[in-house]
């Protein structure tokens, strides 16, 4: 795999109608990390749920996030447990650590058509991140795990069950995501793919997962950047 250009040529979204952005450590960035928070609380809810000291219920989390796509996926499997509970809990983390992000709102704001949110997280998660950054009024619509029938992305019907509800024409939309699995789907639907990365990381990132997920993978990034605002006033032609 050669590694995906940074500058955005303009022509190649001049089709593009709807805006698709995964939510986290991709409208903001991956070192405001709101996993960790997420993650330790849903190693908690896996102790308290089984009975499990805190490293034995987290490698039990890992492994149903391995298998299902999702922790949740997994408790709900092989636990019965509530999804509405769950996610509840895993969100209640603390958003300060979001700064607002003016520069990202006004070029999303500037992107013609619609945009979307769409995320394996929760609306509630999504608006309050949203929020955070200041961008939550430039959005159409949420999709979320609850509206996913809690079928995580990559899973190719929950991107299907996104364009149906939303009547997004895939062959003029984009997607932005963070991780380079979820943008399978999407471009092999036709839409244009950018995975977001960490700053200073990106080459790193692309390597270790071209050898976690080995290269029989077709491409399936169309650009690669660590500055989503950035990427956008480029396309839309107000950088500067
Ligand atoms: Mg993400």
Redesign the pocket.
């Known amino acids: 795999m050669t590694t995906p250009p940074t500058h955005p040529d303009m022509a190649d979204f001049a089709h593009v109608r709807d805006w698709v952005f ?5 409208l903001y960035p991956h070192h405001v990390n709101l996993f960790a928070q997420i993650d330790r609380n849903m190693t908690a809810y896996v102790a308290e749920l089984l009975q499990l000291e805190p490293d034995a219920a987290r490698v039990l989390q890992k492994q149903y996030y391995r298998d299902h796509g999702t922790t949740l996926a997994g408790l709900m499997l092989h636990h019965g447990v509530d999804p509405n509970d769950f996610l509840e809990r895993a969100h209640a983390i603390d958003y300060s650590a979001i700064l607002p992000d003016p520069a990202l709102g006004t070029a999303i704001k500037a992107l013609p058509g619609r945009k979307f949110i769409f995320t394996n997280g929760t609306v509630k998660h999504a608006e309050a991140a949203a929020r955070a950054l200041g961008i939550l009024d430039n959005f159409d619509d949420i999709f979320d795990i609850v509206a996913a029938d809690y079928v995580p992305k990559p899973a190719g019907n929950t991107y299907d069950k996104f364009a149906t509800l939303n009547r997004v024409d895939t062959r003029r939309a984009a997607m932005f ?3 380079p699995r979820n943008l399978l789907v999407p471009r092999s639907l036709g839409m244009k793919t950018v995975l977001l990365v960490p700053r200073n990381l990106g080459t790193t990132v692309l390597e270790s997962w071209e050898l976690a997920e080995n290269a029989k993978q077709p491409d399936c990034i169309d650009y690669m950047t660590d500055d989503l605002a950035g990427f956008l006033q480029t396309i839309v032609g107000t950088s500067n």
Do not use: A, M, Y
């Open positions: 995964d939510l986290d450590n991709t995501e963070d991780l």
